[in-house]
């Protein structure tokens, strides 16, 4: 079971990315997966997830209006569009796979079994 980021980058404060998380070793409808993001000096702090199973989002409030999560099971990959950056959206983003249904919390509380490495997006102030 691997997961693996891309589209991180630079981009100026109201711009947007769209990260996508390529699923490979499982099918992505037996799955959740979730995005996180980590700021250098900062806890990692849940963002987004997506249960394959009935299509469920949930969003944490700092992004939540700003960021929208999507599946495209026939390519096997879930994205995070991210519009309205911030230089506060600076982090290494990740994202997980766990077999479990997922919410903002359970990702913070029990966590998720499967990772990537990670994508870089940086937004000047």
């Known amino acids: 079971v691997q997961v693996v980021e891309s589209g991180g980058g630079l981009v100026q404060p109201g711009g947007s990315l769209r990260l996508s998380c390529a699923a490979s070793g499982f099918t992505l409808g037996d799955y959740a997966i979730g995005w996180f993001r980590q700021a250098p000096g900062k806890e990692r702090e849940g963002l987004s997830c997506?249960?394959?199973?009935?299509?469920?989002?949930y969003y944490a409030d700092s992004v939540k209006g700003r960021f929208t999560v999507s599946a495209d099971n026939a390519k096997n990959t879930v994205y995070l569009q991210m519009n309205s950056l911030k230089p506060e959206d600076t982090a290494v983003y990740y994202c997980?796979?766990?077999?479990?249904?997922?919410?903002?919390?359970?990702?913070?509380?029990?966590?998720?079994?499967?990772w990537g490495r990670g994508t870089l997006v940086t937004v000047p102030s």
């Open positions: 997980a796979a766990d077999r479990k249904f997922a919410t903002i919390q359970s990702m913070m509380e029990y966590g998720m079994e499967y």
């Open positions: 997506i249960n394959s199973s009935d299509g469920s989002t």
